[in-house]
């Protein structure tokens, strides 16, 4: 089975641009959350996405939004980006609601200069 | 709400030396316990996970951890340290109808040859 794929792995982004991250979840997983990794910490929950619809959202103003289709793919999308942006993305799926555990992605690095 | 306290940052051990990384933390209602591996630009491997079974918990590459209430402790072990264990290491805790992981700042693990 495939893991969870993410893309671009690597991106540099100028302050204020726009910016979309994508996500194919992994097969039969119907569950996909984003998170935030700044160097050195740990992952901080920015939205989870069930069944194309929000289902719980971290301490991230509105200019972080999200998608899912009904592939159970997912994007992240930044806009109005701030150097505090640059960071990890991390994107991880799961089979439902439960303590499944997540399969993660390798991530996004997202520089903004 | 929920936390999670990862005591010692660095953590650094001999080759065939047991490892411990100690993980503590906070709930209101019953947790779920997550330790995952993150290795250099990756994302991260879910090593084991506590769903409210059996407390003590055996995970993937010879780890375990056990779920200690009275001490709300999770902390991880590995009887003998081997070099590709060098990584670093992440608790994590969610709970019932709250799946978000809430991630410890890490404990970075060095093994010493």
């Known amino acids: 089975e495939t893991g969870v794929t993410q893309s671009p792995t690597h991106l540099i982004k100028t302050r204020g641009q726009q910016v979309t991250l994508r996500c194919s979840s992994q097969?039969?997983?119907?569950?996909v959350s984003w998170y935030q990794q700044a160097l050195g910490q740990g992952p901080q929950f920015i939205f989870q996405y069930y069944r194309e619809e929000e289902n719980g959202r971290g301490n991230f103003p509105p200019r972080f939004s999200g998608l899912q289709f009904p592939n159970y793919s997912s994007e992240l999308n930044v806009n109005a980006l701030e150097l505090d942006d640059s960071a990890l993305y991390l994107c991880a799926s799961s089979p439902g609601q439960g303590p499944y555990g997540y399969t993660f992605g390798s991530g996004t690095r997202l520089t903004v200069v | 709400a929920q936390s999670v306290t990862q005591l010692g940052s660095h953590v650094s051990v001999s080759e065939g030396a047991l490892v411990l990384l100690r993980c503590n933390y906070s709930s209101s209602v019953p947790p779920y316990l997550f330790w995952y591996v993150q290795y250099p630009n990756q994302g991260l491997q879910l090593l084991l996970k506590y769903t409210s079974a059996a407390t003590l918990v055996k995970g993937i590459n010879g780890f375990e951890a056990e779920f200690k209430k009275s001490e709300t402790s999770f902390h991880l072990t590995k009887p003998s340290a081997h070099m590709s264990d060098a990584a670093e290491y992440f608790c994590?805790?969610?709970?019932?109808?709250?799946?978000?992981?809430?991630f410890g700042t890490g404990t970075r693990l060095t093994i010493i040859p």
């Open positions: 994590a805790v969610s709970n019932f109808g709250n799946e978000k992981l809430t």
């Open positions: 097969s039969g997983h119907n569950t």
